[in-house]
């Protein structure tokens, strides 16, 4: 029957005339495009700029904050800035030869931290080599065994304000746009320059909205890097006391959990020997202490700014953000948690004020790139049979 179709179709535009022919090849080729238009209209593609700001007249304010650190949890979240100042070099870094041990130490010419990281060399070959401890050939079970190495570049002391991508190409995941996409330089040039004001990060980056429960917010940090000095939870990581207290508390902990359990033993015991009902135990939830899953997925580095942004598409845009900042106060490092949710407009500027955070934000719709006309390639089967001339 298939077959009885074809022949039949064939013979129809066999006889049909050239212009017929050459209409219906187009009204084919217009059809086709016409879907591929609808397809990639359903996906909108916006431009966000956000500027984030320390305002001036944090310092004079009276307002208490608690020094409590409010966890911001990166399990669901995608991150431009660690992928921007800590690409993946590990196939670059697979090609380098493995330092010569028995040569001489060279003179460094680069900080500790970059000597500590790989071991660099003079300019002159080799230029760059392998410091990473190899295991022994004995511990090998494959025969082309894979280098160990350090791919991880460590990050800086600080990391400045403006971040851009470094491709002008799109791409299909949100990314970091180039600097000709930036349109509020003049605005954050002001901000910058205003006394007692600093300027934390300023950024343009390009995604395709979906809805609330689909949304995936983005990770953004910037600042001061505090790593060397505090932890996450704001303790001085040069101070053994808190530590102690720790250690202290556990113990305590430990004792008094002990101590139940015999009294649990003793009751059960009593119960047996007047013959009476066993009571069941406690349920064990209930007596171990609860680990709050907000412990998990932190930051490996501290930062001055770090925080989600989130935006989400539905009927209107909407603008979830979530930051902690940490700012130095006279009894240590204070950490400020400011959340906040807007209803933004395309096009428009929106400023979400806060007394120690201030934010610009501005979404412009953006037209990703068409792809490549390929209406010749899709008539080249009726041009082959010389259908059309």
Known sequence: MKKILVHSLKAVTNTMPVMVKTGLAALLLSVSSLAAANTSAAERWFEVELIVFSPARSADLKEQFDNEVTPIRLSNSFDLVTTHYQPDISSLLRALPLCDTTAAAPVPLLPAVL??????????HPILCLSEVQPPAWHRVTLFPERLVNNQLPMPDSLPAQLAGKSEQHQPVPYLAPR??????????????????????????????????????SRWFAGANYSELTDYWGRDRNQTATDNAAATALTLFQNEQQHDLFSTIDTLLDQLNAAGKLEPLPDQQQQLPQLSDSLSNLPDYVWQLDGLFKLHLDHYLFVNTDFNLRRFAADGMQSINVKQSRR??????????????????????????????KADTAAEPLRQNGDIP
Do not use: C
Request: glycine share 2%; aromatic share 10%.
């Open 115 to 124: 000597r500590s990281w790989q071991q660099w060399q003079p300019p002159f």
């Open 180 to 217: 000709s996409a930036f349109a509020l330089t003049e605005l954050a040039t002001k901000i910058s320059r205003q006394p007692n004001q600093t300027l934390l990060l300023h950024t343009v980056w390009r995604q395709a909205p979906v809805t609330e429960k689909l949304a995936v917010p």
């Open 344 to 373: 933004v407009i395309s096009g428009e500027l929106h400023y979400l004020d806060h007394p120690y955070l201030g934010m610009v934000i501005q979404i412009r719709r953006f037209q990703p790139p068409e792809p490549e006309a």
